[in-house]
């Protein structure tokens, strides 16, 4: 064998792929609030959440009572809503209902790049915005029977809850607003949003973030996702997902005894990560889901994988991580392949 004429970094090679996905923690609503969680479906409610915190005055009033006025219309949007088709991808006919409603009551509406329909209703000042979003695309492939039952106060239809409550959510804040004629402080942008489920990866919100036309004045974002009331997702937990690779010759495990062996990398690679100081506070955490490589017990492996998660409440706290975690990759490689003979 020639093997030691091979340059030693050609021994051993890592890849590492990222793999995102945003983690979303629950926290609970204050309870003032019973009732069940809807799945598949929606049901009417008329309890009404603690105001205690809300601007008060006739306009808001006004608002407020604009919703138990108009519960039928509500639902019935609800129900038209969730009748038009809107997998992933192909939002477009129902973007264009909601197109319809946002500019019915005096947004000034249009639908961006990504395909987000979207409604300005500008406030006392439009320096910092907020966005009120609700997603516009179902789980459901095209061609799913979408018709909407209705049972009394109950409505059941694939999709009646996430998204349909969250889009007769959004339409009915914003008539509810242009109704009690309120002006409010920041400009609001109504969004309903493409590409939110699976496969659309969140790419309307992104585009939103990225580069909407208002991207760099966003002060808050608030999504209407499905009905419950009871929990508010208030926070973002920062997480990164890798898979790391590590390649090597392979061979025989007497015969070419002192190859670069990836499974002994990947080993140690775990070795270093477990003693890693995660903080308790702010909350980190790393996780090596996954390990797989290798063919059999006499055979030096050519490939072994690691599956691995690390998260953090604090940015700076999973860049540390992170750091760790590559520097650990790269000293293992470069290591593992000095010793290799
Ligand atoms: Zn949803």
Request: net charge neutral; hydrophobic share 40%.
């Amino acid at each position: 064998m020639s093997r030691q004429e091979v340059s030693p970094l050609k021994w051993l090679l890592v890849s590492v792929i990222l793999l995102n996905m945003p983690i979303r923690p629950v926290v609970p609503f204050p309870a003032d609030r019973p009732g069940g969680r809807g799945n598949a479906t929606s049901q009417s409610s008329s309890q009404s959440t603690s105001q205690s915190q809300l601007p008060s005055g006739p306009q808001i009033r006004a608002a407020l009572d604009w919703f138990a006025a108009h519960r039928a219309w509500i639902d019935d949007e609800q129900a038209r809503l969730t009748e038009i088709p809107a997998p992933s991808f192909q939002e477009s006919e129902r973007a264009a209902a909601v197109k319809v409603l946002l500019s019915a009551v005096g947004l000034e509406v249009s639908t961006d790049k990504a395909g987000n329909v979207t409604g300005l209703l500008r406030g006392a000042t439009d320096k910092e915005i907020v966005i009120l979003s609700a997603h516009l695309d179902t789980v459901f492939p095209a061609g799913s029977d979408v018709k909407v039952h209705r049972d009394k106060t109950r409505m059941t239809a694939p999709g009646i809850s996430d998204n349909g409550a969250g889009l007769a959510a959004l339409v009915a804040v914003a008539r509810a607003l242009h109704e009690a004629r309120i002006q409010p402080q920041r400009t609001i942008l109504f969004v309903a949003n493409v590409g939110e489920e699976g496969e659309g990866d969140l790419r309307g919100v992104r585009y939103l973030f990225e580069s909407g036309a208002w991207s760099d004045r966003i002060n808050a974002f608030v999504s209407f996702d499905g009905p419950d009331v009871e929990r508010i997702t208030n926070a973002a937990i920062g997480s990164r997902r890798y898979r790391a690779t590590f390649r090597g010759l392979g061979g025989h495990s007497w015969g070419d005894f002192g190859v670069a062996n990836p499974v002994n990398a990947l080993g140690k690679v775990v070795s270093i990560l477990s003693r890693y100081p995660a903080p308790a506070k702010p909350r980190t955490t790393f996780n090596v889901g996954k390990i797989s490589g290798g063919t059999g017990t006499n055979v030096i492996p050519v490939e072994a994988s690691m599956d691995v998660d690390l998260r953090s409440e604090a940015g700076d706290e999973l860049q540390r991580l992170d750091a760790f975690f590559r520097r650990a990759l790269r000293q293992v490689v470069d290591e593992e392949n000095r010793f290799a003979r």
